[in-house]
Structures are given as structure tokens and as C-alpha cells.
């Protein structure tokens, strides 16, 4: 059998959702499906910060991966220092607090460093150091900003399509190239139903009356959420089989050796989810 591929696993490790993309991720390596092992969690809380991280710390010590716990908050605040302003470069203090972090990560390898739920910015020096890919709520080219922003952006173009895909980290904010993704209709079946019921409405009415309780946004944000962990589990897989590849100057490439502008997941990940939703 070949050498396992090596993932670096990134998380605030604040709730459920950490928790559940981990056990998923780790279901499928146990079950052969992806040929690979998480080297290492590298957590930005430590045990005593909250309940959920507590849970989440034991979970990865139950699995028996290498943990490496530093807290973001507790830096923060030992400096006395705001959080940082995300429309301005990073403090010193905030690059210090990842050359710690690179210190604690220094004796791993991995092949690929997945940002699965890590609630601070990657500094640039992440980003030189290691191959990382986060998830963006939103298919290439879509709107930007968190997936509440995405969703109410769709809804104020009467929007045909959404997706979800995984994207390079790079130093700019969100900007990365697309490395995987998958798209799915927002017309059509339960959608038209929905669309009819806010016709004549402008998003800023919707928001101040339902908000995020409102039909539509709900049904679209379900059809999202739950592609987003099979899509995480079928990049890994592309990524360890070769099929697609990081380079230096941060493009993703085939196995050709071309620059591709994502590869497409749609329909593994229509399969993954059919009888779902």
C-alpha cells in the first residue's frame, strides 16, 4: 500500500460542527475510503476555555492524534491587545502568535493543512509555510463574505445556482484559488415555491421582518450545509490520490500538470447527500 497522505488539521475546536468534521473525516480513513491520516490537530483554545473545546481536546486524544493546544485568546490578553481590525494588515503581535504556533508544528510534515473551523486569519506566514485549503459557502466566481452575507447576496441577484468549494489560503482574505468545488440549483422543485413567496420584496424588508428565519434563505443555507462535509472529505481524497496538486506560487494543477480553476465535485457530492435533503 502506498505511503498514507499526511493532513494538518486546523480548529478553534468550538462546538458540534468541529467535532462531527472530524469524527466524518476519521470514519473515512478507517473505512479505506481515504487513504490518508491526520498527522496532527493543531487547536487554537486549551483544555479550561470553554465546555465544547473541552469535548472536542478529548475527542482528539481519543483518536490518538498528535495534539498541539496554544490559545489565541489567552496570548491576546496576556498583551493586552485588541482583536485584530481584518481591514488592516496583521499586528506584530498577532505574527508572533503564529511563529509560536510553527515552533509547536515544527516536527510535522503534512501534505496538506485543512482549516476545519479555525476562527482566526491564517497570517501570511501560515500561508508560505504550508499548503492550506479552507471552505468558502459559495461556487467560483459567487458572492463573498460568510455564508449568512452569501446567502442574502443570492437572494438580492434572484440568484439560479449556489455551491460551496475549497479554496487555497493565501494572504489575502478569501482569495486563494479554487481547489475543489460543487454547485446545485436553487430553482426549481421546493425553490419556486419560496421564490414566489418574497416576490415584490426587497432583501432589507425580508431581513427586518424573518431574517434568517425566512423560507427561502433557510432552504438554501440546508442545501449548503450539507454538502460542506462530504465536499471536505472528496478534496482530501482528490488531493491524496494525486489528482490535483498545490504548487509554490500557490495554483492548483492537474494531473497534467495544467492550472485548472477548480476541479468539479458536483456530482459525487449529489450522490453523497442524495436521499438526504
Known amino acids: 500500500m502506498a505511503k498514507s497522505y499526511k493532513i494538518g488539521w486546523f480548529s478553534t475546536g468550538r ?4 467535532r462531527g468534521m472530524l469524527k466524518t473525516t476519521q470514519d473515512a480513513i478507517k473505512s479505506g475510503e481515504l487513504n490518508a491520516e491526520i498527522e496532527f490537530v493543531y487547536c487554537a483554545r486549551e483544555r479550561g476555555e470553554t465546555e465544547a473545546t473541552d469535548q472536542y481536546l478529548d475527542m482528539v486524544k481519543g483518536y490518538g492524534i498528535p495534539l498541539v493546544s496554544f490559545s489565541y485568546q489567552r496570548y491576546r490578553a496576556k498583551r493586552g491587545m485588541p482583536s485584530p481590525d481584518l481591514s488592516q494588515p496583521l499586528p506584530q503581535w498577532r505574527i508572533d502568535y503564529d511563529k509560536e504556533v510553527l515552533k509547536l508544528l515544527s516536527k510535522f510534515k503534512p501534505d496538506l493543512v485543512l482549516l476545519a473551523g479555525l476562527m482566526i486569519v491564517t497570517s501570511p506566514l501560515m500561508c508560505e509555510k504550508y499548503e492550506i485549503i479552507n471552505l468558502h459557502p459559495a461556487a467560483p466566481g459567487g458572492p463573498a463574505g460568510t455564508w449568512q452575507q452569501v446567502i442574502w447576496k443570492l437572494i438580492e441577484s434572484k440568484a439560479d445556482t449556489q455551491g460551496i468549494k475549497m479554496h487555497v489560503a493565501i494572504p489575502e482574505l478569501d482569495m486563494g484559488p479554487t481547489a475543489t468545488y460543487c454547485t446545485f ?3 426549481g ?3 419556486d415555491k419560496l421564490w414566489g413567496e418574497i416576490e415584490g420584496k426587497s432583501v432589507e424588508e425580508i431581513k427586518s421582518v424573518q431574517g ?3 423560507a427561502l434563505f433557510k432552504t438554501i443555507r440546508e442545501h449548503g450545509a450539507i454538502r460542506e462535509v462530504p465536499l471536505i472529505i472528496k478534496t482530501l481524497k482528490v488531493f491524496s490520490e494525486g489528482k490535483i ?3 509554490k506560487d500557490r495554483q492548483v494543477i492537474d494531473t497534467a500538470g495544467r492550472v485548472i480553476k477548480g476541479y468539479d465535485l ?3 457530492i ?3 447527500v442524495k436521499g438526504k435533503i
Open 270 to 272: 449529489d450522490a453523497a
Open 266 to 268: 458536483t456530482r459525487e
Open 245 to 247: 496538486k498545490i504548487t
Open 185 to 187: 440549483p436553487i430553482r
Open 189 to 191: 422543485r421546493v425553490f
Open 15 to 18: 462546538g458540534a460542527g468541529s
Open 212 to 214: 434568517v428565519e425566512n
